[in-house]
């Protein structure tokens, strides 16, 4: 039942039955194949996305380069900027995964601000939450080097994105090749190379063929986050 599954959705937890009723109506579902582009930057920001299943990454996309903003699971949602202010949408949003999401048009969502205040207070706590985050991982860059950012990366994804395994590791539900780790942390593959390198010969993790990576000592990562 779609209440429910947006009961479970941070942005719309405080909501009764009847109000998450009036909101399900104004949805649309949608479902995206792996790698699909759900978002262009600088299109016209005309609705909110609420992720349902899959995970998406929400990316600076530029020929052969890229720059990795976030990584999305169930539950989180995206286009918010744009359907508060109305300019165009500052970055891509890709499917990493079959993924399906909610759509909620700019108008409609307006409207549902007005008639359920309690989503704008969920909005801005958790807007408040992805600035604290985004806080940290800038400190991160402009302060740690290149291993000091793939440590913290790793730890952050297979603390939001990971499931336990024998030998107590925690594998990241992600496939993230090195061209990958250099979009998240803002460095070149060679140097990424090199540190995934070090942390496997340590024993902080391992990566396997499906390029997986699966982290043995999050306390030896976190050390070399600090």
């Not at 950012?149 to 090749?177: K, M, N, P, W």
């Not at 540190?195 to 306390?219: C, E, L, M, P, R």
Request: glycine letters at 6%; a negative charge; aromatic letters at 6%.
């Amino acid at each position: 039942m779609l209440t429910q599954a947006l009961s479970t959705v941070p942005l719309f937890s405080r909501l009764n039955e009847e109000q998450l009723e009036y909101v399900a109506r104004l949805l649309r579902r949608r479902t995206f194949k792996e790698r699909d582009i759900i978002v262009r930057r600088d299109t016209p920001g005309d609705a909110l996305y609420i992720l349902l299943s899959g995970r998406v990454k929400v990316a600076y996309l530029d020929h052969e380069d890229e720059t990795i903003i976030a990584v999305m699971r169930a539950g989180d949602f995206f286009g918010e900027l744009s359907v508060i202010d109305g300019e165009a949408r500052s970055a891509d949003v890709v499917a990493l995964d079959t993924t399906e999401v909610l759509i909620l048009s700019a108008t409609d969502f307006h409207e549902c601000l007005q008639a359920v205040p309690a989503i704008a207070l969920s909005l801005l706590q958790q807007l408040a939450l992805r600035v604290r985050r985004d806080s940290g991982m800038i400190r991160a860059l402009s302060s740690q080097d290149v291993y000091g950012r793939i440590a913290q990366q790793l730890l952050y994804l297979s603390e939001t994105h990971g499931t336990d395994v024998e030998g107590d590791g925690r594998r990241i539900g992600l496939r993230l090749t090195q061209n990958d780790l250099a979009g998240i942390v803002g460095a070149s593959r060679e140097s990424v190379n090199k540190a995934i390198g070090y942390f496997k010969q340590k024993g902080y993790i391992t990566v396997d063929s499906s390029y997986h990576i699966t982290v043995y000592n999050a306390d030896a990562l976190r050390k070399r986050s600090e």
